[in-house]
Protein backbone atom coordinates (compact mmCIF):
# COMPACT_ATOMS: atom_id res chain seq x y z
CA UNK A 1 0.00 0.00 0.00
CA UNK A 2 1.78 3.31 -0.79
CA UNK A 3 2.43 6.25 1.74
CA UNK A 4 0.63 9.10 2.34
CA UNK A 5 3.90 10.80 0.90
CA UNK A 6 3.47 8.40 -2.05
CA UNK A 7 -0.23 9.58 -2.61
CA UNK A 8 0.28 13.03 -1.97
CA UNK A 9 3.18 12.86 -4.87
CA UNK A 10 0.90 10.84 -7.20
CA UNK A 11 -1.92 13.45 -6.43
CA UNK A 12 0.04 16.24 -7.66
CA UNK A 13 1.91 14.47 -10.40
CA UNK A 14 -0.56 16.19 -13.14
CA UNK A 15 -0.10 20.16 -11.47
CA UNK A 16 2.40 22.43 -12.68
CA UNK A 17 5.91 21.95 -11.45
CA UNK A 18 4.90 24.90 -8.26
CA UNK A 19 0.94 24.77 -7.91
CA UNK A 20 -1.04 26.63 -6.06
CA UNK A 21 -3.21 26.44 -2.72
CA UNK A 22 -6.09 26.29 -4.72
CA UNK A 23 -4.57 23.69 -7.33
CA UNK A 24 -2.84 21.41 -4.34
CA UNK A 25 -6.65 21.85 -2.91
CA UNK A 26 -8.39 20.16 -5.66
CA UNK A 27 -5.72 17.57 -6.61
CA UNK A 28 -6.25 16.27 -3.05
CA UNK A 29 -10.22 16.38 -2.90
CA UNK A 30 -10.18 14.62 -6.44
CA UNK A 31 -8.07 11.64 -4.46
CA UNK A 32 -10.65 11.29 -1.75
CA UNK A 33 -8.99 13.56 0.79
CA UNK A 34 -11.43 15.57 2.81
CA UNK A 35 -11.49 19.20 4.45
CA UNK A 36 -11.08 18.84 8.24
CA UNK A 37 -10.73 22.01 9.37
CA UNK A 38 -8.87 26.01 9.44
CA UNK A 39 -7.39 28.78 10.83
CA UNK A 40 -5.96 32.23 10.60
CA UNK A 41 -3.43 30.96 7.86
CA UNK A 42 -4.12 28.23 6.77
CA UNK A 43 -6.68 25.24 6.36
CA UNK A 44 -6.65 21.25 6.33
CA UNK A 45 -7.31 18.44 4.38
CA UNK A 46 -7.43 14.25 6.14
CA UNK A 47 -5.86 11.71 3.98
CA UNK A 48 -8.30 9.02 2.99
CA UNK A 49 -7.17 6.66 5.52
CA UNK A 50 -7.17 9.24 8.23
CA UNK A 51 -3.25 8.79 9.23
CA UNK A 52 -1.95 11.91 8.00
CA UNK A 53 -3.04 15.92 7.29
CA UNK A 54 -1.98 18.13 4.70
CA UNK A 55 -2.36 21.61 6.10
CA UNK A 56 -2.47 23.90 3.08
CA UNK A 57 -1.55 27.79 3.23
CA UNK A 58 -2.16 30.25 0.29
CA UNK A 59 0.64 32.57 1.91
CA UNK A 60 2.81 31.37 4.65
CA UNK A 61 6.56 33.23 4.92
CA UNK A 62 7.57 31.44 7.93
CA UNK A 63 5.99 28.01 6.48
CA UNK A 64 10.01 27.21 5.52
CA UNK A 65 11.07 27.46 8.86
CA UNK A 66 8.55 25.58 10.35
CA UNK A 67 9.35 22.62 8.35
CA UNK A 68 12.82 23.01 9.07
CA UNK A 69 11.94 22.86 12.85
CA UNK A 70 9.95 19.86 12.85
CA UNK A 71 12.73 17.87 10.60
CA UNK A 72 15.77 19.24 12.78
CA UNK A 73 13.80 18.49 16.27
CA UNK A 74 12.24 15.28 14.61
CA UNK A 75 14.69 13.28 17.20
CA UNK A 76 13.15 14.05 20.19
CA UNK A 77 9.84 12.91 19.46
CA UNK A 78 8.15 16.18 20.76
CA UNK A 79 7.02 17.63 17.23
CA UNK A 80 4.64 16.32 14.66
CA UNK A 81 6.40 14.00 11.55
CA UNK A 82 6.29 15.67 8.18
CA UNK A 83 6.26 13.81 5.38
CA UNK A 84 6.44 15.83 2.75
CA UNK A 85 6.87 20.11 2.53
CA UNK A 86 6.28 21.67 -0.79
CA UNK A 87 6.52 25.73 -1.30
CA UNK A 88 3.43 26.52 -3.07
CA UNK A 89 3.22 29.19 -6.05
CA UNK A 90 2.33 32.69 -4.46
CA UNK A 91 3.74 32.24 -1.28
CA UNK A 92 1.84 29.52 -0.03
CA UNK A 93 2.95 26.36 1.77
CA UNK A 94 1.59 22.84 1.88
CA UNK A 95 2.81 20.44 4.71
CA UNK A 96 1.79 16.84 5.21
CA UNK A 97 2.49 15.89 8.57
CA UNK A 98 0.76 12.89 10.64
CA UNK A 99 -2.81 13.07 11.96
CA UNK A 100 -2.91 14.84 15.42
CA UNK A 101 -5.71 14.72 18.54
CA UNK A 102 -6.24 17.93 20.58
CA UNK A 103 -4.69 18.20 24.22
CA UNK A 104 -6.72 19.33 27.65
CA UNK A 105 -5.73 22.98 28.13
CA UNK A 106 -4.02 21.45 31.37
CA UNK A 107 -1.83 19.39 29.21
CA UNK A 108 -0.77 22.53 26.78
CA UNK A 109 0.27 24.69 29.42
CA UNK A 110 2.16 22.48 31.12
CA UNK A 111 4.00 21.53 28.30
CA UNK A 112 4.41 25.10 26.80
CA UNK A 113 5.74 26.01 30.68
CA UNK A 114 8.46 23.23 30.53
CA UNK A 115 9.68 24.47 27.21
CA UNK A 116 9.75 27.85 28.63
CA UNK A 117 11.64 27.10 31.93
CA UNK A 118 14.32 24.44 30.22
CA UNK A 119 13.37 21.55 31.88
CA UNK A 120 15.71 18.85 30.65
CA UNK A 121 12.79 16.60 28.68
CA UNK A 122 12.35 19.56 26.57
CA UNK A 123 15.55 21.28 26.98
CA UNK A 124 16.87 20.25 23.26
CA UNK A 125 13.35 20.86 21.88
CA UNK A 126 13.14 24.33 23.31
CA UNK A 127 17.07 25.07 22.03
CA UNK A 128 15.98 24.15 18.50
CA UNK A 129 13.22 25.75 18.59
CA UNK A 130 14.76 29.14 19.24
CA UNK A 131 17.66 28.50 16.64
CA UNK A 132 15.38 28.40 14.20
CA UNK A 133 12.92 31.34 15.03
CA UNK A 134 16.33 33.52 15.47
CA UNK A 135 16.86 32.52 11.48
CA UNK A 136 13.44 33.12 10.70
CA UNK A 137 13.82 36.72 12.61
CA UNK A 138 16.84 37.76 10.68
CA UNK A 139 15.86 36.48 7.36
CA UNK A 140 11.70 37.59 6.96
CA UNK A 141 10.22 40.44 7.21
CA UNK A 142 7.57 40.95 9.94
CA UNK A 143 8.05 37.73 11.37
CA UNK A 144 6.33 37.51 14.68
CA UNK A 145 7.42 36.13 18.10
CA UNK A 146 7.11 32.59 19.01
CA UNK A 147 3.23 31.58 19.25
CA UNK A 148 2.24 30.34 22.57
CA UNK A 149 -0.78 29.19 21.98
CA UNK A 150 -1.68 25.83 24.22
CA UNK A 151 -3.87 24.69 20.98
CA UNK A 152 -0.26 24.17 19.58
CA UNK A 153 0.00 21.50 21.44
CA UNK A 154 -1.25 18.38 20.48
CA UNK A 155 -0.88 14.25 20.74
CA UNK A 156 -0.03 12.44 18.40
CA UNK A 157 -2.06 9.16 17.84
CA UNK A 158 0.89 6.82 19.99
CA UNK A 159 -0.08 9.54 22.95
CA UNK A 160 3.19 11.88 22.76
CA UNK A 161 2.79 15.60 23.18
CA UNK A 162 3.94 17.51 20.62
CA UNK A 163 4.49 21.32 19.34
CA UNK A 164 2.94 22.66 16.27
CA UNK A 165 2.81 25.95 14.14
CA UNK A 166 5.51 28.07 16.41
CA UNK A 167 5.90 30.18 14.29
CA UNK A 168 4.29 32.74 12.36
CA UNK A 169 4.67 36.44 10.33
CA UNK A 170 2.97 39.50 12.77
CA UNK A 171 -0.23 39.70 10.88
CA UNK A 172 -1.94 42.44 12.17
CA UNK A 173 1.12 44.77 11.66
CA UNK A 174 1.80 43.45 7.94
CA UNK A 175 -1.49 43.44 6.56
CA UNK A 176 -1.65 46.99 8.31
CA UNK A 177 1.15 47.81 6.62
CA UNK A 178 -0.27 46.54 3.33
CA UNK A 179 -2.98 48.40 3.56
CA UNK A 180 -1.62 51.85 5.14
CA UNK A 181 2.04 52.10 2.72
CA UNK A 182 1.05 48.36 -0.01
CA UNK A 183 4.84 49.76 -1.16
CA UNK A 184 6.57 49.22 1.44
CA UNK A 185 4.98 45.62 1.84
CA UNK A 186 6.00 45.54 -2.17
CA UNK A 187 9.19 46.45 -1.52
CA UNK A 188 10.29 43.86 1.06
CA UNK A 189 8.25 40.78 -0.38
CA UNK A 190 8.84 39.48 -4.05
CA UNK A 191 5.52 39.91 -6.27
CA UNK A 192 5.62 35.89 -7.04
CA UNK A 193 5.69 35.24 -3.03
CA UNK A 194 2.85 37.52 -2.03
CA UNK A 195 0.43 36.94 -5.48
CA UNK A 196 -2.04 35.21 -2.31
CA UNK A 197 -1.25 37.40 0.41
CA UNK A 198 -5.50 38.03 0.85
CA UNK A 199 -6.36 34.91 0.76
CA UNK A 200 -5.10 33.25 4.01
CA UNK A 201 -8.93 31.94 5.89
CA UNK A 202 -8.64 34.44 8.96
CA UNK A 203 -11.24 32.03 10.37
CA UNK A 204 -9.99 32.68 13.80
CA UNK A 205 -10.07 35.73 13.99
CA UNK A 206 -13.58 36.36 12.39
CA UNK A 207 -12.49 36.20 8.21
CA UNK A 208 -12.28 38.70 5.87
CA UNK A 209 -14.12 42.29 5.31
CA UNK A 210 -14.15 42.78 1.61
CA UNK A 211 -13.45 46.27 1.43
CA UNK A 212 -10.22 45.59 3.06
CA UNK A 213 -9.28 42.62 1.39
CA UNK A 214 -9.83 44.62 -2.13
CA UNK A 215 -7.80 47.92 -0.85
CA UNK A 216 -5.11 45.51 0.01
CA UNK A 217 -4.86 44.10 -3.05
CA UNK A 218 -5.60 46.97 -5.10
CA UNK A 219 -3.02 49.43 -3.38
CA UNK A 220 0.04 46.54 -3.70
CA UNK A 221 -1.08 45.83 -7.30
CA UNK A 222 -0.32 50.06 -8.24
CA UNK A 223 2.56 49.37 -6.31
CA UNK A 224 3.97 46.76 -8.26
CA UNK A 225 2.86 48.85 -11.42
CA UNK A 226 5.07 51.94 -10.04
CA UNK A 227 7.98 49.51 -9.63
CA UNK A 228 7.76 48.58 -12.98
CA UNK A 229 7.82 51.27 -14.72
CA UNK A 230 11.52 52.44 -16.23
CA UNK A 231 12.98 55.55 -14.77
CA UNK A 232 12.77 58.74 -16.12
CA UNK A 233 15.75 60.05 -17.78
CA UNK A 234 17.03 63.64 -17.32
CA UNK A 235 16.85 66.02 -20.25
CA UNK A 236 19.75 67.30 -21.98
Known amino acids: MASNAERLKSSLASLAE ?5 DVERAL ?12 WAFALRSPDGAAAARISPF ?13 AAHTRQVPELHAHHRLYGGGDLQLMEWLLPVHEEDAIGFLRRIGEGKAEVAVLGSILREVHERARRQLPWCGPLDDNPSNIMRALDGRLVLTDPYYAD ?10 TPDVVAARIPKDERRFITEIPLAGSGGWDPKVQERIRAGLEAADLIDMKPPLRAEK
Not at 34 to 40: I, L, P, Q, T, Y
Not at 60 to 72: I, K, L
Not at 171 to 180: C, E, Q, R, S, V
Open 18 to 22: RPNHK
Open 60 to 72: DPVGPFTASFYRE
Open 29 to 40: LDDGWVRCGEGD
Open 171 to 180: GPNLYATALA
